[in-house]
């Protein structure tokens, strides 16, 4: 993240049990503060934010469960790895049991691209269950 910068103080109204509700999942969750809390949230809100942005460098790190008797996924990420060469930077396999493997991949580009890479596996028949979570380095967020 980038250099600190000064604090400002401010004050938030809301309702009571909305913000008991918030105090007892902060409590639960481990924040010492609800600052540190709060800090997380807009910072969460911020970098998705950036997600929206079409030319957003952003990291996604994709996960696909799938039935490896189809060749489907194999041969969808072999193509696209050999596409993409400066986009997938990893892919990581585990055989989770007799008929079902999983698959990360990271990935690092342009927003809209790795959206249309992860995209294209996740709507592969063959695969089960997958999810796309993106982050960015936060450049523009302190
Ligand atoms: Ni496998």
Sequence with gaps: MGEMSKLTRFGVS????LLAQFDA???KIGYKSRSEAIRDLIRERLVSEEWKKEDQEVIGILSLVYNHASREVTDLLTRIQHRHLDVVISATHVHLDEHNCLEVIILRGQNALVTK??????STKSVKHGKLIRTTMGQNIS
């Design 14 to 17: 809301l309702e009571t049990n």
């Design 25 to 27: 999942l902060i409590e």
């Design 117 to 122: 890479i992860a995209d294209e596996l996740l």
